[in-house]
């Protein structure tokens, strides 16, 4: 998604300091990359006209689809929620010029736009929330932009493993609240060993011990296995996220599944819990308020993980 240049229509008329907001989007897994910088409009015309001959498409911001208001939401079904998460986040919100993949195709890899505020500067500092160990998009960001790299990630251990000299690892997640994970859960399908404890945090806590409280964060990367959900809300709620230029999450929407073994075939296996254990109707409504906090979508692309179908319309589980 793209944030509108400015917080909000009211607003255009009282300064000219736009903020714009991309938004990437995978989703019911739903990746999604959002970028955020302050600018004024009379630079962002000239770069733009700069741009012209490169990038000549243009979305008409009042013709954008939008999710219903509360109300409205409140009364639809499962069914008209998932048709209604398929068509939003399948939309493009805004028009990145030059977008760029760093890490592989899969989702171990990410978009990035390399627009000219969103790309990242000279003193870049990057967020990593999710990675089992695997670094393929840092050492991709690293080789792009040097950056100040931290990931985190509680679920494994570290002793004996060799970790990139680029990063600085965290044994901690991401949340909603401060507290420790006596009892995680076993999502992925895979044989690592999983730490026992987990030490959970919210973004502003997380920023505010490392010195970063009022630090721009270039990127921020969230694939953290359903709990954006119960994350997100903070961060709406403390306006965090004002600090990030670009915000790369996976989104999963709906109703949870585990990744069963069936005959050596491993399938997913929906579950009666939601993702982040956070109602469909809360997720598609946190979807809203990032919309309305000025975020526009950027891209979309499915991935092979998962359907499920709905009024004969198959709607997939992963995008990115």
Same mark, same amino acid.
């Given at each position: 998604?793209?944030?509108?240049?400015?917080?909000?229509?009211? /607003?255009?008329?009282?300064?000219?300091?736009?903020?714009?907001?991309?938004?990437?989007?995978?989703?019911?897994?739903?990746?999604? #990359?959002?970028?955020?910088?302050?600018?004024?409009?009379?630079?962002?015309?000239?770069?733009?006209?700069?741009?012209?001959?490169? #990038? +000549?498409?243009?979305?008409?911001?009042?013709?954008?689809?939008?999710?219903? =208001?509360?109300?409205?939401?409140?009364?639809?079904?499962?069914?008209?929620?998932?048709?209604?998460?398929?068509?939003?986040?399948?939309?493009?919100?805004?028009? #990145?010029?030059?977008?760029?993949?760093?890490?592989?195709?899969?989702?171990?890899?990410?978009?990035? #736009?390399?627009?000219?505020?969103?790309?990242? $500067?000279?003193?870049?500092?990057?967020?990593?929330?999710?990675?089992?160990?695997?670094?393929?998009?840092?050492?991709?960001?690293?080789?792009?932009?040097?950056?100040? &790299?931290?990931?985190?990630?509680?679920?494994?251990?570290? +002793?004996?493993?060799?970790?990139?000299?680029? !990063?600085?690892?965290?044994?901690?997640?991401? /949340?909603?609240?401060?507290? &420790?994970?006596?009892?995680?859960?076993?999502?992925?399908?895979?044989?690592?060993?999983?730490?026992?404890?987990?030490?959970?945090?919210?973004?502003? /806590?997380?920023? =505010?011990?490392?010195?970063?409280?009022?630090?721009?964060?270039?990127?921020?990367? !969230?694939?953290?296995? $359903?709990?954006?959900?119960?994350?997100?809300?903070?961060?709406?709620?403390?306006?965090?996220?004002?600090?990030?230029?670009?915000?790369?999450? +996976?989104?999963?929407?709906?109703?949870?599944?585990?990744?069963?073994?069936?005959?050596?075939?491993?399938?997913?296996?929906?579950?009666?819990?939601?993702?982040?254990?956070?109602?469909?109707?809360?997720?598609?409504?946190?979807?809203?308020?990032?919309?309305?906090? /000025?975020?526009?979508?950027?891209?979309? +692309?499915?991935?092979?993980?998962?359907?499920?179908?709905?009024?004969?319309?198959?709607?997939?589980?992963?995008?990115?």
């Amino acid at each position: 998604m793209v944030q509108d240049t400015n917080r909000g229509v009211q /607003s255009r008329t009282k300064t000219r300091i736009k903020v714009n907001r991309l938004f990437f989007v995978i989703g019911l897994l739903v990746l999604v #990359c959002i970028f955020d910088v302050v600018h004024q409009r009379k630079t962002f015309m000239m770069q733009m006209k700069s741009n012209k001959s490169r #990038c +000549e498409k243009v979305i008409d911001e009042m013709n954008l689809f939008q999710i219903p =208001d509360e109300d409205i939401i409140d009364k639809m079904d499962n069914n008209a929620l998932y048709l209604l998460f398929d068509t939003y986040v399948n939309l493009q919100q805004y028009h #990145c010029c030059n977008l760029t993949r760093q890490g592989p195709k899969q989702s171990s890899g990410k978009n990035i #736009c390399e627009d000219y505020f969103f790309k990242p $500067g000279s003193k870049c500092i990057v967020y990593s929330f999710g990675s089992q160990l695997n670094f393929d998009f840092e050492e991709s960001i690293w080789r792009s932009f040097k950056c100040e &790299i931290h990931t985190f990630d509680p679920s494994m251990p570290v +002793e004996g493993k060799t970790l990139p000299t680029f !990063i600085d690892y965290h044994l901690i997640g991401l /949340s909603g609240k401060n507290f &420790i994970q006596t009892e995680p859960e076993k999502w992925r399908h895979h044989d690592n060993p999983l730490l026992k404890t987990w030490k959970m945090q919210t973004l502003s /806590s997380i920023m =505010d011990t490392l010195n970063h409280s009022v630090t721009t964060i270039d990127i921020l990367k !969230i694939d953290i296995e $359903g709990w954006e959900w119960n994350a997100l809300p903070d961060m709406i709620k403390t306006d965090i996220l004002r600090h990030v230029k670009q915000l790369c999450i +996976e989104l999963h929407f709906g109703y949870s599944f585990k990744y069963q073994t069936t005959n050596g075939r491993i399938k997913p296996v929906f579950t009666k819990n939601t993702w982040g254990n956070v109602p469909i109707k809360n997720q598609i409504k946190l979807l809203k308020q990032l919309f309305n906090n /000025s975020f526009r979508i950027v891209r979309n +692309e499915p991935l092979n993980w998962g359907t499920i179908k709905i009024e004969n319309k198959v709607i997939r589980i992963l995008n990115e």
